[in-house]
């Protein structure tokens, strides 16, 4: 080829280094990437999930403060009906945001992927989902990557690691 000869078709569609080729699945890294991205297609989804949480969760502390601060510089009676329904309404959501951020946590470090599913699946219900409806299809995507048997073959590996 060096001669100045034209190649044939089967010489350029044998070359190793073809730069038309698909790139590998979206959560991998490519071989010389960083080392948390190595292998784990549950990254990607799992970072954007943990970051909406943590946003989530720190916007929901604001109605938290309010109601513990009027109930604390009242006068000693019973709290409003629906300062308690508010309440308890926060606390459910800041739940769920724990859930899906030890969830998320779980699945970037590819260890206990029960709990990892369990985020992922909370981070999937439409009232409970950070960011509001922002956060099913990456709670989707997720659950996809977790379903896959070479995923859930990796997170044994680590555990069984871990474990020794």
């Known amino acids: 080829m ?4 034209v ?10 280094a073809n730069p038309y080729t698909a790139p590998g699945t979206l959560g ?15 990254f990607l ?23 513990l601060e ?14 308690v329904v508010v309440l308890l309404c926060v606390i459910l959501l800041l739940g769920a945001q ?5 969830g998320a946590v779980q699945s970037i470090r590819m260890r206990r992927h029960g709990w990892a599913m369990m985020g992922a699946v ?13 956060g099913i299809p990456f709670a989707v995507w997720m659950i996809l990557e977790l379903r896959r048997e070479d995923v859930k073959l990796k997170f044994r590996e680590r555990d ?5």
């Not at 724990?98 to 030890?102: N, R, Y």
């Not at 069984?160 to 020794?164: F, G, I, K, L, N």
């Open 45 to 67: 989804p799992a970072l954007i999930l943990s970051a909406m949480a943590a946003i989530y969760g720190a916007m929901l502390l604001t109605p938290l403060i309010k109601i």
């Open 122 to 134: 909370v981070a999937a219900i439409p009232g409970l989902t950070p960011c509001l409806l922002l």
């Open 160 to 164: 069984a690691r871990a474990a020794t």
């Open 98 to 102: 724990l859930l899906i951020l030890i």
């Open 70 to 83: 009027t109930a604390a510089a009242g006068p000693r009676q019973a709290m409003r009906t629906e300062d």
């Open 7 to 16: 190649p044939s078709p089967d010489d350029v569609l044998s070359q190793d």
């Open 28 to 42: 991998e890294a490519p071989p010389g990437g960083p080392s948390f991205l190595r292998g784990n297609p549950t």
């Open 2 to 5: 060096t001669d100045g000869s």
